[in-house]
């Protein structure tokens, strides 16, 4: 989405939006900031492999684990619309006093880059471990999603993206001796797992690019007991 400060020169384009009152109608001179979405399509392609078994067939106490794996590779695309301006340094000669003068010209370019589609990592893995014994289950969750772009920068080098996000969840549920009647312990970021943010800079010095982290955020551990009922 890109926002543009535009005039409307013409209140006719007013009465085609319905105001029909002249008091709403601004002048020639107003700025008015409005947005277009980028009108090319986004393309995301993939493929997800699941593995989900019951390790019956083992010794005790192994038979009770169960074991679910979810992997997605994912490959998108998208063309961003972008804006790009750029000045240039020319030298003339100044037509009164005949001395060599520089000035400066500024261009402005509608251009497209592809990148990566915004948000979408292009691994994701969920892997679940637990045990599912007479009345009791229990699971270890493990997700991680790599790295994404979260802004797309005017240059390839000033996109925002974040690292791996990694996260731990449990769940463990006991059925009581009443029909019906079970406790729950729900742990999600059981170890607290940040988020980083990076950007990458030209070197001051030339030559590399640096990469900076300019963002942590840290998401809280959430607990959750609970008693329910169901009949």
Not at 50 to 64: G, I, K, M, S, V
Not at 104 to 123: C, E, I, K, S
Not at 215 to 220: D, V
């Amino acid at each position: 989405m890109h926002l543009y400060n535009v005039s409307f020169p013409d209140s006719n384009a007013w009465q085609a939006l319905g105001f029909d009152d002249r008091d709403q109608w601004p002048s020639k001179a107003d700025v008015i900031t409005t947005f277009l979405n980028n009108p090319d399509p986004a393309y995301v392609k993939g493929i997800e492999i699941e593995w989900q078994t019951h390790f019956w067939y083992l010794p005790r106490p192994f038979n009770a684990l169960v074991l679910n794996v979810n992997y997605a590779r994912v490959w998108s695309e998208m063309d961003y619309q972008q804006i790009e301006n750029w000045q240039e340094t020319y030298t003339y000669i100044d037509p009164v006093t005949g001395r060599l003068r520089t000035g400066t010209l500024f261009h402005t370019t509608d251009t497209v880059r592809t990148a990566r589609l915004l948000n979408q990592g292009d691994h994701i893995l969920n892997v679940a471990l637990g045990i599912d014994y007479k009345d009791f289950s229990g699971r270890l969750s493990f997700n991680l999603q790599s790295d994404v772009i979260s802004y797309i920068g005017e240059r390839p080098e000033a996109d925002q993206y974040t690292g791996n996000v990694y996260k731990w969840d449990i769940t463990l549920r006991q059925k009581l001796p009443i029909p019906g009647l079970s406790i729950a312990f729900n742990g999600v970021n059981i170890f607290h797992n940040v988020k980083k943010e990076y950007q990458k800079f030209p070197n001051s010095e030339g030559g590399s690019i640096k990469e900076n982290l300019y963002r942590t955020t840290y998401s809280p551990r959430k607990f959750e007991f609970n008693l329910r009922y169901s009949y």
